[in-house]
């Protein structure tokens, strides 16, 4: 009798690859690669190898040094000798067609940069038909520029052995590869037309919606990718947002109406900002936040435990300046305090103390302290200060209330408990 044994799916490895410029120390790479790392693993692979080197800039050419790329080819084909397959490289930044070009000629394997892998997990997280046309949008836009490219990689897959093997010649190809790429183009450029059509439509569905919410005042969480606002939602709205410790686990906005003593309002989980989003993704997703534009009050989570947190807190509000959400009323709300740790100075060490050598209550008491009741310390998992965090949110919209409805006294009148999903 035969027995059939079921392997585990094979995980795909990835090495990672960044630059050291003038304006991106060692510290800031290494902690990009971190962010791009967790990226990979969102995306469903499993990371080997970092690639680093000190340039002036990034080459126009091959991103990295010849000599770089050469080196990173070598560990590949090391790999593959002691029988350990490398599925693909990514490198940190975005690459010109270009540069995708020239690198995956030298290393012939799958090459993505930090956009197309963000845009692979928008696509794998996208559920709405509205964020799935946004994404689609945005994966289009991406795409046009880089057809030459992709073609490139389809005629070496024709030569015979994938993308890594064969030369697969141009001989012959050159015509009709560039009438199908006009042809490619043409559709593309037709596709985009048609999506978006399909989300000025959904657009305009929206904000009828929106329009016929009646008087509340709305709030809506924002911040950087991971800090934990769906389960803050989940805490004042007592409902159940999907949420895990991964990035973009949220890309759909999500609507509740919450109700704090007696006072109703509508609180949207909105998708999080992250460094160097691709500007097609922003410009595809600027209808998804509308919500952050329309609202009334910002609740800006930061992750406190972050060691750049107030780098995240700029990449954060750059974004809401340029999707013209700034210069709203916002609530700072520092979470994630159970994770907080700083490092202790030696007693001979007689270099100035910086950020990370504070504790939180010192920490606390920097520039903080000037944000006065817009500044909130919590701890989202273990709902520590969240009784404050309802107080503050309470006392803000009730002053919003009453600025914006004189007349409406919402404190008597009847609201049902229904839920809006977008």
């Known amino acids: 009798m035969k027995e059939f044994v079921i392997s585990e799916a094979k995980v795909e490895t990835a090495v990672l690859v960044g630059i050291i410029t003038q304006t991106q120390d060692e510290r800031k790479t290494n902690e990009y690669l971190d962010e791009l790392d967790f990226l990979a693993e969102t995306a469903g692979a499993e990371v080997v190898k970092r690639f680093t080197q000190r340039l002036p800039l990034a080459n126009s050419v091959t991103y990295v040094g010849k000599g770089k790329l050469e080196e990173i080819k070598d560990y590949i084909v090391q790999e593959e000798d002691n029988g350990r397959e490398v599925g693909m490289?990514?490198?940190?930044?975005?690459?010109?067609?270009?540069?995708?070009?020239?690198?995956?000629?030298?290393?012939?394997?799958?090459?993505?940069?930090?956009?197309?892998?963000?845009?692979?997990?928008?696509?794998?997280?996208?559920?709405?038909?509205?964020?799935?046309?946004?994404?689609?949008?945005?994966?289009?836009?991406?795409?046009?520029?880089?057809?030459?490219?992709?073609?490139?990689?389809?005629?070496?897959?024709?030569?015979?052995?994938?993308?890594?093997?064969?030369?697969?010649?141009?001989?012959?190809?050159?015509?009709?590869?560039?009438?199908?790429?006009?042809?490619?183009?043409?559709?593309?450029?037709?596709?985009?037309?048609?999506?978006?059509?399909?989300?000025?439509?959904?657009?305009?569905q929206k904000s009828t919606q929106r329009k016929n919410?009646?008087?509340?005042?709305?709030?809506?969480?924002?911040?950087?990718?991971?800090?934990?606002?769906?389960?803050?939602?989940?805490?004042?709205?007592?409902?159940?947002?999907?949420?895990?410790?991964?990035?973009?686990?949220?890309?759909?906005?999500?609507?509740?109406?919450?109700?704090?003593d007696n006072l109703p309002f509508l609180l949207s989980d909105t998708v999080g900002f992250i460094r160097k989003l691709p500007t097609d993704l922003v410009e595809s997703f600027k209808s998804t936040l509308d919500e952050v534009r329309e609202a009334d009050l910002l609740v800006h989570v930061v992750d406190i435990s972050h060691p750049g947190f107030e780098e995240q807190i700029e990449v954060v509000n750059k974004t809401l300046a340029d999707i013209d959400g700034g210069g709203k009323p916002m609530i700072l709300v520092f979470n994630?305090?159970?994770?907080?740790?700083?490092?202790?100075?030696?007693?001979?060490?007689?270099?100035?103390?910086?950020?990370?050598?504070?504790?939180?209550?010192?920490?606390?008491?920097?520039?903080?302290?000037?944000?006065?009741?817009?500044?909130?310390?919590?701890?989202?998992?273990?709902?520590?200060?969240?009784?404050?965090?309802?107080?503050?949110?309470y006392d803000r919209v009730k002053q919003l209330h009453v600025q914006k409805y004189p007349y409406n006294n919402f404190l008597y009148q009847v609201y049902d408990e229904e839920e809006i999903e977008e």
Not at 170 to 199: A, C, F, H, N, Y
Not at 221 to 236: P, Q
Not at 365 to 374: F, G, I, P, R, V
């Open 213 to 260: 919410r009646g008087r509340m005042i709305r709030v809506a969480l924002v911040g950087y990718t991971n800090v934990g606002k769906s389960t803050i939602m989940n805490l004042l709205s007592k409902s159940e947002v999907f949420a895990e410790n991964k990035l973009f686990a949220t890309l759909d906005t999500t609507v509740r109406k919450v109700i704090i």
């Open 336 to 393: 994630k305090i159970d994770a907080y740790h700083h490092v202790e100075k030696a007693e001979d060490d007689l270099t100035p103390r910086t950020k990370e050598n504070l504790t939180l209550e010192e920490l606390m008491k920097t520039w903080m302290s000037k944000l006065n009741d817009n500044c909130i310390f919590i701890s989202a998992r273990e709902k520590i200060n969240i009784d404050d965090l309802r107080k503050v949110v």
């Open 89 to 204: 490289v990514i490198f940190d930044d975005e690459l010109s067609a270009k540069q995708l070009r020239n690198i995956e000629a030298v290393l012939k394997i799958k090459i993505l940069d930090r956009t197309s892998l963000i845009l692979d997990i928008f696509a794998m997280r996208a559920q709405t038909a509205h964020a799935k046309t946004q994404v689609e949008l945005a994966q289009y836009k991406y795409m046009l520029p880089r057809l030459q490219r992709l073609w490139t990689h389809l005629e070496r897959q024709g030569g015979g052995s994938g993308a890594g093997g064969g030369k697969g010649g141009s001989v012959g190809l050159r015509g009709p590869g560039e009438t199908q790429l006009e042809m490619d183009r043409r559709i593309i450029l037709g596709r985009m037309s048609l999506l978006k059509e399909r989300l000025a439509e959904i657009d305009k």
